[in-house]
């Protein structure tokens, strides 16, 4: 079992950056492929970024490819989605998500076996 809880949400301007934080319970964190999503109003939960547990491999969707970053520290227990350049768009409830080491990194949110409760975050024009 893991327990997933996000913070850093918050409302900010377009043009600035956050920074996402997802504390995570257990000792077999580093083990786990972990993964961002967001659900905007009225919209799927779509795929943001993801990062292998060993930190070697991240994938990120097309939208946010160059202005996001995954990362994780292992010895934390903590994965990370540094947001810049942050558009209006990018306006959603973002959820941390963790699957225990998949054989392909999944993509989709169906391959996620655990979630954290979210964090919202607002960019206004």
């Known amino acids: 079992q893991v327990q997933l809880v996000e913070s850093g949400g918050g409302l900010v301007q377009a043009g600035d950056s956050l920074r996402l934080s997802c504390a995570a319970s257990?000792?077999?964190?580093?083990?786990?492929?972990m993964a961002w999503f967001r659900r905007a109003p009225g919209k799927e939960r779509e795929f943001v970024a993801a990062i292998s547990w060993r930190g070697g491999t991240t994938y990120y969707a097309d939208s946010v490819k160059g202005r996001f970053t995954i990362s994780r520290d292992n010895a934390k227990n903590t994965v990370y989605l540094q947001m810049n350049s942050l558009k209006p768009g990018d306006t959603a409830v973002y959820y941390c998500?963790?699957?225990?080491?998949?054989?392909?990194?999944?993509?989709?949110?169906?391959?996620?076996?655990?979630w954290g409760q979210g964090t919202q975050v607002t960019v206004s024009s």
């Open positions: 257990g000792r077999t964190f580093s083990l786990y492929t």
């Open positions: 998500a963790a699957v225990r080491a998949p054989t392909v990194m999944p993509r989709g949110p169906t391959g996620y076996d655990y």
